[in-house]
């Protein structure tokens, strides 16, 4: 008897903490269809990945997690930019060979789709040459998305030059109802770095290239919460935001290892009192701008629990606060004893904000963290601004516990951010928005 060959999707992440975990998330919604999915990562980070997993981990039927050899053997890819760089350019020709090793098994397992992180070009690239369907995904907000494709009008308006730096002082608005970016706001900006803006320019101008031949842009936020930028994407379908399920909470798709101690902390806690701070995988605070933050924090007499991934916190912290080196973030957010959330607004973070209801503080410090901090504090109204020390060029000790202060007693914060938290859940409900999309979108990847 023949059997009936089983859909087959390669989800191709980038190899970064913020890129891998919500496309993991998909990766499950997905399988949860009765797909088969492949998830492949380059060699470094699988295994960042594969350490990660907790011992509850159970393998899902129909979900295999695989990696393409990148050469960096035991090294940190995070640490050398210009090595990732370099590793990436050679990743076509890898990902090529993976796909025909996959396809020479048997005719069962014939890559059916590919879909892949919109940083990740290479990947779609590719699947476009071997003639088979594909998606990009964005994992950054829409509004990041459509101001990367307005890149070749930036230029030729010399607002920018060809490696992304600017020549005029000037604001870009899109739409009445985006933040307008300052020049200095651009998400691949990095003034005091030439070579990662290159880098992050480099990925940024070859977006706006990919998403041309990309059957659908799958987008991880919803609808609702910014039309007028989805509105500017071409073939975007809004499928967000991709948070881990009940079900599969145990692979929530982080690269390091979640401490689950804080939630046993943080049942023991009272209700609504606890200031969480994080600041993602990338973001490393200067001696002067830690110790502002360690004193802030200490000043409050409140509980907090602190994410420091080096794990350098001054024991002087722990007397109302917990420290940890990584926390299972969503259980955190969703937990009843947080108050509020220091955050860099990260997407992911912003997002995981949202859906739970928690207000924010913002600490924004690179790439799409500024924007995301306008739609946080001026858009949804949601959270709070840091003003800058002008002599120390540092957050005080005294802003920091002031505005968090703030923070906790503004019931209208309060109150927009739970009005928005029900309208993000709404759109992943069913007949949401998003939920209809992603239907739509699975309808559309298998149809023939």
């Known amino acids: 008897m023949t059997s009936v060959k089983q859909f087959h999707v390669l989800v191709v992440p980038t190899p970064a903490q913020g890129h891998v975990a919500p496309l993991v998330k998909l990766a499950h919604q997905i399988v949860d269809h009765g797909i088969k999915v492949t998830f492949v990562n380059i060699e470094s980070a699988h295994k960042k990945f594969v350490?990660?997993?907790?011992?509850?981990?159970?393998?899902?039927?129909?979900?295999?997690?695989?990696?393409?050899?990148?050469?960096?053997?035991?090294?940190?890819?995070?640490?050398?930019?210009?090595?990732?760089?370099?590793?990436?350019?050679?990743?076509?020709?890898?990902?090529?060979?993976?796909?025909?090793?996959?396809?020479?098994?048997?005719?069962?397992?014939?890559?059916?789709?590919?879909?892949?992180?919109?940083?990740?070009?290479?990947?779609?690239?590719?699947?476009a040459e071997m003639g088979i369907k594909r998606a990009g995904v964005c994992v950054t907000g829409p509004?990041?998305?459509?101001?990367?494709?307005?890149?070749?009008?930036?230029?030729?308006?010399?607002?920018?030059?060809?490696?992304?730096?600017?020549?005029?002082?000037?604001?870009?608005?899109?739409?009445?109802?985006?933040?307008?970016?300052?020049?200095?706001?651009?998400?691949?900006?990095?003034?005091?770095?030439?070579?990662?803006?290159?880098?992050?320019?480099?990925?940024?101008?070859?977006?706006?290239?990919?998403?041309?031949?990309?059957?659908?842009?799958?987008c991880n936020t919803c609808y609702e919460t910014d039309p007028s930028a989805c509105d500017l994407v071409p073939n975007i379908l809004t499928i967000g935001p991709l948070l881990a399920s009940n079900e599969h909470s145990h692979s929530s798709g982080s690269m390091r290892l979640e401490d689950s101690?804080?939630?046993?902390?943080?049942?023991?806690?009272?209700?609504?009192?606890?200031?969480?701070?994080?600041?993602?995988?990338?973001?490393?605070?200067?001696?002067?701008?830690?110790?502002?933050?360690?004193?802030?924090?200490?000043?409050?007499?409140?509980?907090?629990?602190?994410?420091?991934?080096?794990?350098?916190?001054?024991?002087?912290?722990?007397?109302?606060?917990?420290v940890?080196?990584?926390?299972?973030?969503?259980?955190?957010?969703?937990?009843?004893?947080?108050?509020?959330?220091?955050?860099?607004?990260?997407?992911?973070?912003?997002?995981?904000?949202?859906?739970?209801g928690v207000p924010f503080l913002c600490w924004p410090n690179f790439v799409d963290q500024f924007h995301n901090q306008k739609y946080i504090c001026d858009v949804w109204k949601i959270g709070l601004r840091l003003d800058t020390d002008k002599s120390s060029g540092v957050f005080s000790r005294c802003e920091i516990k002031g505005k968090i202060e703030k923070l906790l007693s503004d019931d209208g914060i309060k109150e927009n951010a739970l009005k928005l938290k029900e309208i993000v859940r709404g759109s992943l409900a069913n007949h949401g928005s998003s939920s209809r999309n992603l239907e739509y979108f699975i309808e559309q990847m298998m149809a023939d």
């Open 51 to 127: 350490t990660a997993l907790p011992d509850t981990y159970v393998e899902r039927q129909g979900m295999r997690f695989a990696s393409i050899p990148d050469g960096l053997g035991s090294k940190d890819h995070r640490k050398d930019v210009l090595e990732v760089h370099e590793i990436i350019q050679n990743m076509p020709h890898r990902f090529k060979e993976f796909i025909e090793k996959i396809n020479g098994l048997e005719e069962d397992a014939k890559v059916d789709y590919v879909i892949a992180d919109l940083t990740a070009n290479w990947a779609l690239e590719v699947a």
């Open 143 to 218: 509004a990041s998305l459509a101001l990367t494709l307005q890149i070749p009008k930036l230029i030729g308006d010399g607002i920018i030059d060809i490696n992304g730096t600017s020549l005029k002082d000037e604001s870009i608005c899109l739409s009445d109802n985006i933040p307008i970016w300052y020049t200095d706001e651009f998400v691949w900006s990095f003034p005091s770095n030439p070579t990662m803006q290159k880098i992050c320019f480099e990925h940024a101008s070859r977006k706006s290239q990919t998403i041309k031949f990309c059957d659908w842009i799958l």
């Open 324 to 356: 940890v080196e990584w926390a299972p973030q969503e259980k955190v957010l969703a937990h009843p004893s947080t108050a509020c959330f220091v955050s860099h607004c990260g997407w992911n973070s912003t997002l995981e904000g949202l859906s739970n």
């Open 261 to 322: 101690t804080c939630i046993s902390w943080l049942d023991n806690q009272p209700a609504g009192s606890v200031v969480y701070v994080a600041f993602g995988s990338a973001v490393v605070l200067s001696h002067e701008q830690f110790e502002e933050l360690e004193h802030g924090l200490a000043s409050l007499g409140k509980p907090f629990l602190w994410v420091v991934p080096s794990n350098i916190a001054n024991e002087s912290v722990s007397k109302f606060g917990k």
